[in-house]
């Protein structure tokens, strides 16, 4: 078990749609446990396989942040969504950014277990925001996209300055 280092906006992984788990192996347990690591290590509730850099069809998921209740889910298709929420949201792979978010109140979710097992996760309240958001980051998006282009063009000049700055940093070393 590791933790494993965080991919920041703008890194590439994180705009590229995830490809499904074909196979559980020893790799599938490990990656979902590494998740699970890198998540409280960071203060998370949710982790997508994206956001350490693997890009793979799996999220884990813990809004009580109770150990041994974590929701590991992998190939995850949103069967049903219903109702209106709006929840002001932050992700570990945009750093000092929160924002309000409008998503589904509650929705069905199917998929696979770490063990390949099919799955079926009916959520609402926090839960259900939090597998949105981590099902957005399978597809290669972020919170930001729902967001205001008036909005989200800010956001992304800020990103963009900012890793132009720790571009010419790192080759002024
Ligand atoms: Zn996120």
Redesign the pocket.
């Known amino acids: 078990m590791s933790v494993r280092p965080l991919c920041v906006e703008p890194h590439g992984v994180l705009r590229q749609p995830a490809a499904p788990i074909t196979r559980w192996t020893d790799e599938t347990r490990r990656l979902a446990r590494d998740l699970i690591e890198t998540m409280y290590a960071n203060d998370g509730i949710?982790?997508?396989a994206p956001?350490i850099g693997c890009s793979t069809q799996m999220f884990v998921a813990n809004p009580s942040q109770q150990q041994g209740q974590e929701l590991v889910v992998i190939n995850p298709v949103v069967e049903a969504a219903e109702g209106r929420a709006s929840v002001i949201?932050?992700?570990?792979?945009?750093p000092d950014v929160w924002d309000r978010v409008r998503r589904a109140a509650r929705i069905r979710i199917s998929g696979r277990d770490v063990n390949g097992e099919p799955l079926t996760i009916r959520a609402e309240g926090l839960l259900a925001i939090v597998c949105q958001?981590?099902v957005?980051?399978l597809h290669g998006q972020?919170?930001i996209d729902r967001l205001s282009w008036f909005r989200r063009r800010r956001l992304q000049m800020r990103f963009t300055a900012r890793s132009r700055k720790n571009r010419s940093a790192s080759s002024a070393q």
């Open positions: 949710g982790l997508a956001q949201e932050g992700c570990l792979s945009l958001h981590e957005d980051h972020l919170f």
